[in-house]
């Protein structure tokens, strides 16, 4: 696991949102120091109506972690209803969104890349998964516990980051140790 980094949910730094309406745990922004991001990702949790930043130039996802879910919307472009655990939508940053709960708060996992520098393949998955070399990503549990190579168990709320300075390691695999698991990885490409 050299070059790769494990992460807790609870251990991320929390940093308010301006507008009051949630706060954002940055998971990693790449690359280091830099303001202009080539890539990030973090975790959201919003607690009330209200406005997404647009971002120019930024290709989005956002899946749900835990909650009823966001109505997110503008139109003509964008009229979407993010109500499943696991399943990632995509959308360009150019656009300013107004997000709505469904219910209570909730936790989103995102991912934002430059388009003219990189882009994002996010998937979940409830079984076994080989890693492959990309520039960069993160595996998060969403449900159940999952084994690394090295024989390591992390549960629900952990994960492992890495940028493109880990190696390609061809047996970096992430099995499922229940049969209700939910993984998510984000990959950086090219």
Known sequence: MTDRRHFTFAGLPVS???????????????PPGKSDFDWRISIATIAQ???????????????????EGVHLQALPDIDHTLDTCGVPFSFSGDIALSARLLGGVTTDFNVMTRRTVCAARVMTTGET????????????????????????????????????????????????KHSDGLLLWAAITE
């Open 129 to 176: 998964l080989r890693i492959s070399p990309e520039k960069g990503g993160v595996i998060y549990v969403i449900r159940g516990e999952w084994q690394l190579p090295d024989g390591t168990v992390i549960g629900a709320g952990e994960g492992i980051v890495w940028s493109d300075c880990a190696p390609y390691d061809p047996d970096f695999s992430v099995a499922g």
């Open 49 to 67: 109506d209200g406005p997404f930043s647009a971002f120019g130039s930024i290709d989005r996802s956002i899946t749900l972690l835990s909650g």
């Open 16 to 30: 308010p949102w301006r507008n009051g309406g949630g706060e954002t745990r940055e998971i990693i922004s790449y």
